[in-house]
């Protein structure tokens, strides 16, 4: 697989990764606020809005997203890392 297919495939893992630990709190994407992207250098941002679209859905309230562009991550097979912050509310 090349460059761009791993990072699609990357990028939809990373967000089932965020839709299972939300899940685990009683939580969806709906309760994201904040969302920060590394993505390495080279890998094209759109096919991540692609991935975002196809994982996730359309959101009425989009987070805040930040994005960086890095040279590489602690993985070097990683092209991608995602992290994210949700407000829930207590039950």
């Given amino acids: 697989m090349d460059r761009t297919g791993q990072f ?5 893992q990373a967000l089932e990764n965020i839709k299972i630990a ?13 969302l920060n992207i590394y993505m390495v250098d080279g890998c094209d941002p759109a096919v991540g809005l692609k991935a975002f679209k196809e994982t996730v859905g359309e ?6 997203i930040t994005v960086l562009k890095v040279a590489g ?9 995602i992290d994210a912050i949700a407000v829930v509310e207590e039950s």
Avoid: G, M, R, Y
């Fill in 8 to 12: 699609e495939l990357q990028t939809k």
């Fill in 22 to 34: 939300l899940a685990s709190e009683n939580a969806t994407f709906h309760d994201v606020i904040k």
């Fill in 59 to 64: 959101l009425e309230n989009h987070p805040l």
């Fill in 73 to 81: 991550l602690a993985n070097p097979l990683c092209l991608i890392e």
